[in-house]
């Protein structure tokens, strides 16, 4: 029980130390602000490095190499030479040895990315929109006709406001009138989404404050 009280008491100094150093940014750049920024970046490096090496490089790569049959060696020696020619880019001699792995990296990221985007954006965001119109799910009609109509225009409108092609004229590149206007009303969504979104975190931010004074105030007040 002492170990545990203990604990628990260096946990608290070692919370209070660092809740004053990242709040000493208050009255500007400072070395202790910079002192704790360097400590979190440091212990997040490692802690990154600990997850990669248990979780990653040793289940994935070494033991499969070490205790694996003919063809899971065989297999891991690809991602083994990969990750040798990644390393090949923390010399400028040897720099370009590394770049059929980085052009790997970038084309599985790309893929991934893109994959995201379709089906974990596009497809669901179009279902949902569709879904919308459904009249049988109750509710009032004219609500949810309302409302589907609304997040349909702002769907449609934003995607619109991406569209960047315009016809040449003899008097320059001249765009679309309609798509001009469309866009505009798409411009307005993505303000309201970005006014709502900018909302949410400051209001995080300000959740996370209050934490951090109650916290002071009642480890100050533990003393008195």
Known sequence: MPDGINLDFVTAIVSFIFTLLVLSYLVGDNPLFRLAIYIFIGVSAGYTAAVAWHQVLWPKLFMPLIYGDMLERTLSLVPLLLGMLLLMKLSPRTAHLGNPAM?????????????????????????????????????????????ASIILV????????????????????????????????????????????????????????????SFLWSFIASFL
């Open 103 to 147: 052009a790997f990296m970038v084309g599985a990221g790309a893929a991934v990315a893109v994959g995201g985007a379709v089906l974990g954006t596009l497809l669901p965001q179009t279902r949902a929109s569709i879904n919308l119109f459904d009249l049988k799910t109750g509710g009032s009609v004219s609500e949810r006709i309302f409302e």
């Open 154 to 213: 702002g769907t449609l409108t934003t995607l619109v406001y991406f569209h960047f092609s315009a016809k040449a004229t003899p008097s320059g590149p001249q765009g679309n009138r309609l798509v001009d206007i469309l866009g505009g009303i798409g411009k307005v969504f993505i303000a309201i989404t970005f006014g709502v979104l900018f909302a949410g975190i400051y209001a995080s931010a300000m959740t996370a404050l209050v934490e951090r004074l």
